[in-house]
């Protein structure tokens, strides 16, 4: 498994929060959700005990991409929304959310959330990773 797609861990006290690099494609929603939490000047730049679990839970289900993601300490996952949506963006981006299983390089792999190549172009396929066209926006 490359670098862009390993998943780091951060851990707090009541929540484990997730990041895998390769596949953020910096909506910034967590930022703007929680920058208490989440703080990309700052190292560690996830700070999982910056905030309640049941709010950064909801935060990183924002993450469209899916490289955020969460386990309570309690072991509850994210559950996957339902039914699933699949939609495709201005740009050519397909977004997904629900209950997923992707085939990948490393094999099937369940998800809730992720942004799939479009154009056929990324280099971490199926995930989106700017590589084409459809992962680029005009102000790129």
């Not at 679990?53 to 899916?66: D, I, K, N």
């Not at 559950?79 to 629900?98: E, K």
Request: net charge negative; charged share 25%; proline share 7%.
């Amino acid at each position: 498994m490359s670098s862009k797609t390993q998943k780091k861990a951060y851990e707090g006290k009541s929540i484990t929060v997730t990041f895998e690099a390769g596949r953020c494609l910096h909506a910034a929603e967590c930022v703007r959700g929680l920058p208490e939490v989440f703080d990309p000047d700052e190292r560690p730049w996830i700070r999982p005990d910056g905030a309640g679990a049941e709010r950064l839970a909801e935060v990183v289900r924002r993450c469209p991409s899916g490289a955020l993601q969460y386990e309570l300490v309690d072991g509850d996952a994210e559950s996957p929304d339902r039914p699933t949506h699949v939609a495709r963006n201005s740009v050519g981006q397909v977004l997904v959310r629900g209950e997923l299983s992707l085939d990948t390089a490393a094999g099937p792999r369940a998800e809730t959330r992720a942004v799939l190549c479009g154009c056929g172009q990324s280099g971490l396929q199926p995930y989106c990773d700017h590589g084409g066209p459809c992962g680029r926006t005009a102000s790129d």
